[in-house]
């Protein structure tokens, strides 16, 4: 059980080294735990304002949804080269509310915008989305794609299938 490191902790990934990555809300950190160990390695603090989701590309860029603080607050996806703590980029147009984020093995970044509704699809390395789903989705927060590429989605608001 990791105890170290975490403050109100909310979403996690496991990079290719099968390390650990935990975004900690009450710290406003990412903390990288190394594969085995219940210490933290490391801990982002720079850019990371509310951190919800985090997903990590075949890169090693670490990917990490800043939720809004406040209905009139920003949202955004700061990416992380590897091994650094400074934000490389910031991703915010079709960024709204942001929760959930994964990547596919094509590098594409799938952003759960749970006020909007919306789940903005981006290519990779580009900071525009190229598609916005938003049919059937009320609320969504997680979101994963397996490796046959079929996007699944949390929605905390929908009503239950048959």
Request: proline share 7%; net charge positive; charged share 15%.
């Amino acid at each position: 059980m990791i105890t170290a490191g975490v403050n109100i902790p909310n979403y996690c990934a496991i990079d290719a080294q099968g390390n650990l990555w935990v975004t900690n809300d009450g710290s406003r950190t990412v903390t990288e735990y190394k594969a085995g160990s219940s210490r933290p390695h490391i801990a982002i603090t720079k850019g990371v304002t509310n951190p919800a989701g985090v997903a990590i590309d075949h890169s090693g860029n670490i990917y990490v949804a800043n939720y809004p603080t406040s209905s009139s607050s920003g949202s955004d996806i700061v990416v992380y080269a590897p091994g650094t703590k400074f934000p490389a980029r910031t991703i915010t147009d079709g960024v709204r509310s942001a929760a959930g984020i994964t990547i596919d093995s094509n590098g594409t970044l799938y952003v759960t915008n749970y006020l909007q509704s919306t789940v903005p699809k981006y290519l990779e390395g580009k900071r525009h989305p190229y598609q916005t789903i938003s049919q059937g989705i009320d609320a969504p927060i997680a979101v994963t794609v397996n490796k046959k590429g079929w996007l699944y989605v949390t929605d905390s608001a929908g009503s239950p299938g048959p």
